[in-house]
T-cell receptor, first 117, second 112 residues
Framework: GAGVSQSPRYKVAKRGQDVALRCDPISGHVSLFWYQQALGQGPEFLTYFQNEAQLDKSGLPSDRFFAERPEGSVSTLKIQRTQQEDSAVYLC???????????????FGPGTRLLVL | AQSVSQHNHHVILSEAASLELGCNYSYGGTVNLFWYVQYPGQHLQLLLKYFSGDPLVKGIKGFEAEFIKSKFSFNLRKPSVQWSDTAEYFCAVNAWGHKLVFGAGTILRVKS
């Protein structure tokens, strides 16, 4: 079946612009995650949704970062007043519900590469 | 601080050589462990995972990993690499809630 899709794949923004990154999870996956991957680093957790509820946003680096998933499917990560340090690949992942101690496998999308000039 | 360490950032091997990539994590409780792979131009894919049971886990494409709890390690191995194994490999741990914590990655280049 279809995997996780993200758009746009590439985004160039001028410093100070707002950007919106979209994620379409795998159908039926109620859990959705956003990660940020800086050059030469592993992905770092930003935020987590279970259906439309944002249960963990501890990784969002500042109040310029905002994520939503209003209908429990598609999610949007918004970055306001972008800064050069926001340049990174933004990854979305989805999974079946987390149950008990069994961590369901997270499936990743191709990412959006953001460059802030 | 919670962390995952991958020992080598770049590894270069010839085809048919054996591979072992190190991964250590800092957490003393129950963990779930993963290796993800990212082939050039592709997205992150799951290679193998450990939740419980047999600490020797077999994954796709002939890869395996061994969980050694006393050493806080989850090293990835393959007896004979192929040129097509050229990729970046990430170790990840789930121990602190829903999120995965990743290592910095190891770039493997296999010379044909």
């Amino acid at each position: 079946g279809a995997g996780v899709s993200q758009s746009p794949r590439y985004k160039v923004a001028k410093r100070g612009q707002d950007v919106a990154l979209r994620c379409d999870p795998i159908s039926g996956h109620v859990s959705l995650f956003w990660y940020q991957q800086a050059l030469g680093q592993g992905p770092e957790f930003l935020t987590y949704f279970q259906n439309e509820a944002q249960l963990d946003k501890s990784g969002l680096p500042s109040d310029r970062f905002f994520a939503e998933r209003p209908e429990g499917s598609v999610s949007t990560l918004k970055i306001q007043r972008t800064q050069q340090e926001d340049s990174a690949v933004y990854l979305c992942a989805s999974s079946l519900p987390w149950t008990g101690n069994v961590q369901e496998t997270q499936y990743f999308g191709p990412g959006t590469r953001l460059l802030v000039l | 601080a919670q962390s995952v360490s991958q020992h080598n950032h770049h590894v270069i091997l010839s085809e048919a050589a054996s591979l072992e990539l190190g991964c250590n994590y800092s957490y003393g409780g129950t963990v779930n462990l993963f290796w993800y792979v990212q082939y050039p131009g592709q997205h992150l894919q799951l290679l193998l995972k450990y939740f419980s049971g047999d600490p020797l886990v077999k994954g796709i494409k002939g890869f395996e990993a061994e969980f050694i709890k006393s050493k806080f390690s989850f090293n990835l191995r393959k007896p004979s690499v192929q040129w097509s194994d050229t990729a970046e490999y990430f170790c990840a741990v789930n121990a602190w809630g829903h999120k995965l914590v990743f290592g910095a990655g190891t770039i493997l280049r296999v010379k044909s």
